[in-house]
């Protein structure tokens, strides 16, 4: 028999019992269809992840106060206030050829009033050079201006949650509302940029001068921050101004040698990786999780060709009677395998590519589907069927043609 028979033969096999070769491929169909679907969204999420990284900016340094110590108990960045203005002036005025803009920022909260609505939201105290720095677009009216800057102007643009909770959809540009008693007028509102990669609603804000917010809302008297914000020339760049930075703050903070960082500087690459790196953990693991349907499938094609091999008996000891050969005979069941395992393996590719794209669009999530992964979960489909066929195939071919012919 050559190859195209052998083949012929196989198919007509499967095809005579149909709903028996579709049951059998059914555990290859879902475990190729689930290994799909898993990597496709979790590639999206991957994807998402960094766009929604990117736009907080690029080539981006975000330094944090260092964190307190109290009683033996380490309270985290942030839990003192360790960083100045004059921090990040010194900073930029010390390597212009690193830093390309530069905005310390002052966090501040409370109850926003419009008429009968109210808001409880934050506050951040910036600088005019946050908005290009955070590629942040004002979608209706302007933003402040250096001269609202200098003279702590009572003025602000606010997030598009903001709008949509406080003002009751209607244009807020113009408007004046009370935070603490204290009235700021809108003079724009901020393009909508959605959730972060940690779940938090970035339009959820009010944007107002550093100075207003240090005035007004912080009355503070000394010049801490929350936080300093450096935007680079270049990707490329990140590492020596992070060595730079942190010469200097430790400089400018008078820490002794061997004494840790009061301060924290992350970059945007930091983050995107560590953001990636959980992603293609999960992937991974549920992946895995996936896969071992695609073990429970070849368990069930080996299972139901030991059993076609036992129901077709004579027609073995018949074929070899008339001069199959033993290789012949284990070409044709280990083809019947393998037909079953790639035919399952299509389906579950088609299922899962459909069922990924319709997670994607009923909740509105990235998909992203890599030929890689095609290719691979088809050929490990065909690696199955090939696998777990061999042994019922290799049976079969052994068989003694004279018992074959007896058997009942």
Same mark, same amino acid.
């Given at each position: 028999?050559?190859?195209y028979?052998?083949?012929? @033969? ?31 969204i ?16 690029? %080539? ?24 100045? +203005?004059?921090?990040g ?15 310390? +920022? ?6 926003a ?7 409880s ?61 204290i ?12 959730? %972060? ?5 970035q ?30 020339y ?54 895995v ?13 080996? %299972? ?13 000891? +018949? ?12 070409m ?41 992964? @095609? ?10 069927? @090939? ?22």
């Open positions: 028999m050559n190859v028979m052998i083949f012929k @033969v196989a198919m007509r096999a499967l095809f005579r019992n149909k709903v028996r070769s579709f049951l059998t491929a059914l555990g290859i169909i879902v475990g190729i269809a689930a290994v799909i679907a898993v990597v496709a979790g590639e999206g999420a991957s994807i998402s992840m960094k766009a929604q990284i990117s736009s907080m900016g690029d %080539n981006i340094i975000i330094v944090f106060p260092g964190s307190a110590n109290t009683g033996g108990v380490r309270l985290g960045a942030g839990g003192q206030q360790t960083l100045m +203005l004059e921090d002036e010194a900073m930029r005025r010390d390597y212009p050829e690193l830093i390309k803009t530069f905005t310390p +920022l002052l966090r501040s909260g409370g109850q009033i419009f008429q009968q609505n109210n808001w939201t934050q506050v951040q105290g910036v600088t005019t050079e946050f908005f290009p720095l955070r590629k942040w677009d004002i979608a209706a009216g302007a933003a402040f201006t250096d001269a609202d800057l200098r003279s702590a102007t009572r003025v602000c643009v606010v997030g598009q949650t903001v709008v949509d909770n406080l003002f009751d959809g209607q244009d807020p540009v113009g408007e004046t509302f009370r935070i603490r008693n009235p700021f007028r809108v003079l724009g509102v901020l393009s909508r940029k959605g959730t %972060n990669s940690m779940g938090m609603d339009d959820d804000i009010i944007i107002a001068p550093f100075t207003t917010v240090k005035r007004n809302l912080k009355s503070g008297a000394f010049n801490n921050v929350d936080q300093l914000l450096f935007s680079l270049s990707l490329d760049q990140i590492p020596e101004a992070k060595r730079q930075l942190t010469a200097l703050l430790r400089q400018r903070h008078r820490l002794a040698p061997g004494t840790p960082d009061d301060f924290t500087a992350v970059d945007m690459v930091e983050i995107a990786d560590m953001a990636t790196s959980i992603s293609k953990m999960m992937t991974i693991l549920m992946a999780v996936a896969s071992i349907s695609l073990l429970v499938g070849g368990i069930g094609i080996m %299972n139901i060709m030991l059993v076609s091999v036992t129901e077709r008996t004579r027609e073995i000891g +018949l074929r070899m009677a008339i001069g199959a050969s033993p290789a012949a005979i284990l044709q069941f280990l083809t019947e395998a393998a037909v079953l395992s790639t035919m399952g393996g299509l389906i579950g590719i088609g299922l899962g590519m459909a069922g990924a794209r319709t997670v994607g669009n009923i909740n509105h999530w990235p998909i992203f589907i890599t030929p890689a992964s @095609v290719v691979i979960s088809f050929g490990f489909s065909a690696f199955v069927g @090939v696998f777990f066929g061999f042994y019922p195939a290799l049976r079969a071919s052994r068989l003694n043609p004279i018992d074959c012919l007896r058997y009942e």
